[in-house]
């Protein structure tokens, strides 16, 4: 079972090796995905898509365990259970500022390689004043295989495949209904 | 570039080792593929779906070259070009039968595994009279691997995305047409 946290389209900024960066839309999803075997536990899983690009994807699971080491390495002062909401709250500030000239939080997406292309990338948000910037959070992410792309667009086209029912359903009422107005009007 | 041909769910009976008879509908798309390296010339691309599990998906892709020892195999009289649409021809004698209880025509997808999973099948096209059966074509299907499901399920994602966008594009035009009408017959 998952529950969902976040999903929405955040903008990033792309540094690749030896590219210019440039701006890219990408869905950050969070869910808390409940494991029972061998105890009961959530892990924490992020994901970045693109809308436009079925084949991006980049995946991370954070297991209670894998935790304890991120927070070590970067200094962070939160436990498990409260990591998911602050993280939101970063994505949120970064948010807000995106459409502003000079962010003053910003989403990065870092790759070594010379595009995002089968390579791990690193999600960071980045705090920029004017001394310096300071990176609150670095996430590395591992690029999907085609078995976990294939598992993510078959979820895509489930939920598709009803928003399309509902939709046809919607559009067979509105006409019943507004002929049924209209013939009554005209009585 | 591809040609559609063919593309409609059949009925047909499945059948695999150590299992009970079972019936499926499988939709089957035909599609010439032009291929121009090294030279132009066309294959025949014929896909096995079902619409109902995303990860269903066996492939046959036949070149000239490829019908040669199909034809010697099968002992079939007709030529490459003409191979395609006597394909379809027996295709619409099995649709025609298909809800019959005891049909002439009938589509058998045969696996030598006891489950549909990851092992060629073979479709089978076969005419049942009082003395005996008659398989008037026989081809084998790889199935898809990740990469092939991968490829496929984004093609679906993309072409039922349209089709939402035009069903909004639709309820919306019906709602002002229709609240137009009602506005204007009720002055």
């Avoid at 105890?39 to 365990?65: C, G, M, Q, W």
């Avoid at 459409?99 to 989403?107: A, H, S």
């Amino acid at each position: 079972a998952a529950e969902s946290m976040f999903n929405r389209p955040v903008c990033v900024q792309v540094r690749c090796q030896g590219c210019e960066e440039r701006r890219l839309n990408v869905r950050v999803s969070i869910e808390l995905l409940s494991v029972s075997n061998p105890v009961h536990k959530k892990d924490l899983a992020v994901r970045l898509t693109d809308d436009t690009d079925p084949f991006f994807l980049y995946n991370l699971v954070i297991s209670e365990e894998d935790f304890q080491s991120l927070k070590t390495q970067q200094g962070l002062l939160v436990d498990f259970s409260a990591f998911p909401q602050k993280f939101i709250d970063l994505l949120q500030q970064c948010i807000q500022e995106q459409n502003k000239d000079i962010p003053r939080f910003l989403l990065q997406l870092v790759s070594s390689a010379s595009v995002l292309d089968h390579t791990p990338v690193f999600l960071n948000v980045v705090e920029t004043n004017p001394f310096k910037h300071l990176t609150h959070l670095s996430l590395k992410f591992l690029p999907g295989n085609d078995a976990e792309i294939k598992k993510f667009l078959a979820s895509c086209l489930k939920c598709l495949k009803e928003d399309k029912i509902k939709l046809e359903e919607k559009l067979k009422k509105t006409e019943e209904d507004l002929t049924r107005q209209l013939s009554y009007t005209q009585q």
